[in-house]
């Protein structure tokens, strides 16, 4: 049985629990406990806060996690970064308040930073040779200069709104983050089976993912001109309609450019058109 570590509630419970929903895994949300089992595949989900998932998954507690990378650097866990996960981004950032002159890192020597991060920033600053004193605080960062606790600030930044609403500017991009899928460093031969299993099936929905089916009637003169408009995952598939001089004409194309490719296929005369949601593409 592999089990996987994921946010209680927090900022990466909802879509954790989404994309185990959808690869497949079904965990009843209205009987969440600590541990509960899918009921559909060998995995138990054991929820914790954010800042014990590396830890649990490092000693093995856990076999898998799903956390932010900047948790993962910042506890400083020997883990396997098996994936990135293109959710929860985020970046570490030092800010300063506003009205400051800045110039470069020298600006830090001597002041006081507030942060949740003393790992990635003790390190961040070494490496660049600045002596600073770190107020290690581990909620509210933002309003450490503000209530004097501090010069600047050494915290997770997204929008950016958080600053301006404390009257702070960023300064230093430091780390960037998302969350990711972690391994324990000695999984079982079974574990890791199991886990092949998960990321083949997250790999077909990343490639799913803004995916569009594409249907039409065109003329059998325009087919070659379409099969350029349409480059499918093969080749696009065509059928003979009743009609004599019309096919059906199949294909899979990205949602970005949906309207592009609709436009040049009307052009070439393409009728009846039908876009489909795609659920799911099977490498
Ligand atoms: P817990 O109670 O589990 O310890 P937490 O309060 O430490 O939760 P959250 O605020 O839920 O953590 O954030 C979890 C993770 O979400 C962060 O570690 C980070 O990777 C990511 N994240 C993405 N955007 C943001 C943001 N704007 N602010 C904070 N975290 C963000
Ligand atoms: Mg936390």
Redesign the pocket.
Known sequence: MLRIAI??????NEQSMELLHEIGIDVDAAKRKFLSQATNFPIEVLYL???DIPQVVANGTASLGIV????VAERGCDVEVVKKLGF???RISLAIPKGERYDSVEYFCGKRIATSYPKILGEFLAGHGVKADMEVITGSVEIAPAAGIADAIFD???SGGTLVTNGLKEVERVFE?E?VLIANRNLSMEDRALLDELLFRIESESVSRGKKYLLMNIPTASLDEAIKILPAMRSPTVMPLAVEGWCSLHSVVDAASLWDKVRQLKAIGAEGILVLTLDKIIP
Do not use: Y
């Open positions: 946010q209680t509630k927090g900022r990466l806060r954010d800042d932010g990378l900047n948790e929860g981004g985020c997770i930044v997204s983050s969350a």
